[in-house]
């Protein structure tokens, strides 16, 4: 496979193409092809950009009707009929029926963009600065936003300051003797703590970039409880963890909490489109008009595909049982892999996105390595790159599903059976999310 001009032409700074060395041309559903014809069954899914799958045939219809009917493309936030269909949609079938009241603000098309414009108005609105952000948090890399990122690979990226952000041991840190809620409860009730009164807590509730670190809904409701007795906003970055992932459109239904501000962008658009939201409580809608711009704040196609997206998988019933149905087949293939080999694997996660944690990380770079070789593509996250992060699409049948999963088990049967080279853990880490 020739890579030359992308070696020649672009920024070091490229990773992924590092970590899957091929070209890639075309993709439907489960699976994506390179140029050479060879396919690979995707467990990565653009780290849950992709969760419809590729090219979903449900949503591409009305992305093409659109586009040929000369619809409008851009529109800076003027009111057009595709932005319209998508708040009425949202409104009515994600909102409504579970009971929650949001505002929409539309910010540029990148997770970041939304994390910032989630970390600006909490501060407006609580005329405070400081934010609670947690161990191993992932929210993008735009200054604000890196400011609530733990990775010091990140970090160290910024060349500048990253203010007025916190962080704060995520359930099971310590291990599970230590709650770490109480902790943050006596930090904040103690006027000498160094802890200044924060204006939000920010929290994934799975962490997908810091290990498939899932925190409990009792866990959730206690630091919503937190939050709530003492004017603390809550913001649940559902980024990556949200539409659907979990298991239910957002990630924090399960746990029944409410937050007060919510970030979606990955796959809300339903096929890859850059679209970004920011929900807030409406009291906290405290923006004048203008205030937070951005030239891309509603690509009018990827309204398109998100009202195709939302009616043909969260109008109609069945979605969530059958994203159940997948995701307990490989929770039980996972959990089957770490009781044969409890000393190499454990395994966690909600939904479909599931870790195989291992406990050297050369290991778990060399089965997504090996995997890649046999046709599968599955990344690693965590603070050493030891969790293998398992992300099928939630749509399709049992039968690719099951073939990745049998792939990802002969590649560690494979990798654990041959002889073990004192492997020195990589100084480059290639991966980025
Ligand atoms: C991917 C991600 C982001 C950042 O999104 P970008 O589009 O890469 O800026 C923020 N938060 C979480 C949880 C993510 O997974």
Redesign the pocket.
């Known amino acids: 496979m020739d890579l030359s001009v992308f070696s020649e032409m672009e920024s070091e700074v490229r990773s992924y193409v590092r970590t899957f060395p091929t070209v890639f041309s075309t993709a439907r559903g489960e699976l994506i092809r390179d140029v050479e014809g060879r396919e690979y069954i995707d467990f990565f899914c653009g780290?849950?950009t992709l969760n419809y799958g590729h090219n979903n045939p449900a949503i591409k219809p009305k992305i093409i009707e659109y586009l040929m009917g000369d619809n409008i493309q851009h529109a800076l936030d003027m009111a057009t009929s595709a932005k319209q269909e998508f708040l009425e949609v949202f409104r009515d079938v994600i909102l409504a029926p579970r009971g929650l009241r949001y505002k929409l603000q539309f910010t540029g098309p990148?997770?970041?963009?939304?994390?910032e414009a989630a970390l600006k108005v909490a501060r407006q609105v609580t005329g405070r600065r400081t934010v609670v952000a947690f161990t191993h948090a992932?929210?993008?890399?735009?200054l604000g936003?890196l400011a609530a990122t733990s990775s010091s690979w990140f970090r160290g990226g910024a060349g500048t300051a990253l203010p007025d952000v916190v962080f704060h041991p995520f359930e099971d840190y310590f291990g599970p003797g230590v709650d770490t809620i109480d902790m943050l409860r006596t930090l904040l009730d103690d006027a000498s703590s160094g802890l200044d009164h924060p204006a939000a807590v920010i929290v994934?509730t799975v962490q997908?970039?810091g290990g498939v670190n899932v925190a409990s809904a009792e866990w959730l409701k206690r630091l919503q409880q937190v939050c709530r007795e003492r004017g603390i906003l809550l913001i649940v970055?559902?980024?990556?963890?949200g539409i659907g992932r979990s298991g239910r459109f957002f990630s924090f239904e399960e746990s029944g909490i409410e937050p007060d501000i919510v970030?979606l962008?990955?796959s809300l658009s339903g096929y890859g489109f850059?679209m970004?939201l920011v929900l807030l409580r409406p009291e906290l809608d405290v923006w004048k008009p203008g205030m937070h711009s951005g030239t891309f704040r509603g690509n009018s196609v990827a309204f398109v595909g998100a009202v195709a997206a939302i009616r043909e998988y969260w109008e109609k019933p069945g979605f969530e049982e059958h994203i159940d149905h997948r995701a307990t087949l490989v929770a039980d293939r996972l959990a089957k892999m770490s009781g044969e080999r409890p000393d190499e694997f454990s395994s966690r996660g909600r939904g479909l996105l599931q870790g195989l944690a291992c406990t050297d990380p050369a290991i778990a770079k060399a089965i997504s390595r090996e995997s890649f070789a046999r046709g599968v593509i599955v990344e690693l996250s965590g603070a050493q790159d030891e969790v293998l992060k398992l992300m099928p699409t939630l749509t399709g049948e049992d039968e690719l599903l099951v073939k990745g999963l049998d792939v990802i088990e002969e590649a560690a049967h494979a990798v654990l059976s041959a002889p073990r080279a004192a492997t020195p853990p990589s100084a480059e880490r290639a991966t980025t999310?």
């Open positions: 780290a849950g990148t997770g970041a963009n939304a994390v992932f929210h993008g890399v735009s936003a994934e997908g970039e970055d559902d980024i990556q963890i970030t962008s990955k850059p970004s999310p």
